[in-house]
């Protein structure tokens, strides 16, 4: 199977690469749009705001061929901002176009818990992943239970309707979006290559589900 890492400048991707490749699975890192189009499955990651990452994949002709990738049927996995990119926009630093495989737009995070006091900004930490509209989790996050946790570091989430949600996790009490999908895209709020085992199994749930579709 030809995996393929996008690569568009803002890419965490030596620990994304070395996840995978424990697993067994050495991808392709490439900004090459015709990679994109002839890969068997997409990772899309990312750090930093949502302006320069979407700049970033049009300046290289990359937001293009994801979008024709995805309509082929090509399984995408979106991690961090990566994930962000997934909706239709995102509010950071102005209101900016995203890739439009989710509806959905990307907000700031409460500044304040539900009882009014002040929350750090960006949310960075560990946090328990759980499922929303069922008991179990699926998809990606099938060999998961609930309250597992994985590693978070974000100051904006999505907004999307709840038949998106694979998982919610909470900050000061606040619901936010952990993971998605829709349809053959999926997204990851938090880093699974950062995750430790959880995040192991994440991926390797991610590459099971590519090699079966």
């Not at 709020?189 to 991610?206: C, D, M, N, T």
């Amino acid at each position: 199977m030809k995996l393929v890492v996008i690569d568009y400048g803002l890419s965490n991707l030596l620990s994304v690469c070395r996840s995978f490749a424990f697993l067994g699975c050495e991808p392709v890192v490439s900004s090459s749009p015709e990679e994109v189009l002839t890969a068997d499955a997409l990772v899309l990651p990312g750090v930093g705001a949502f302006a320069d990452g979407m700049a970033g994949l049009q300046k290289l002709g990359l937001d293009d061929a994801v979008k024709k990738a995805v309509a082929a049927g090509t399984p995408l996995l979106g991690i961090c901002l990566g994930m962000q990119m997934l909706f239709d926009e995102g509010e950071e630093f102005g209101c900016h176009k995203g890739l439009g495989l989710i509806p959905g737009r990307v907000v700031k995070l409460a500044d304040r818990d539900t009882d009014g006091a002040p929350l750090r900004i960006p949310h960075v930490g560990w946090n328990g992943l759980y499922p929303v509209g069922s008991e179990q989790f699926t998809g990606i996050l099938a060999p998961l239970t609930p309250s597992d946790e994985t590693y978070f570091v974000h100051s904006f989430a999505a907004e999307t309707d709840a038949s998106f949600h694979l998982a919610d996790t909470f900050y000061g009490g606040h619901a936010v979006t952990a993971a998605v999908r829709c349809k053959n895209v999926f997204g990851t709020q938090f880093h699974p290559e950062k995750s430790g085992r959880i995040g192991l199994a994440i991926l390797g749930e991610y590459l099971r589900l590519c090699e079966n579709s």
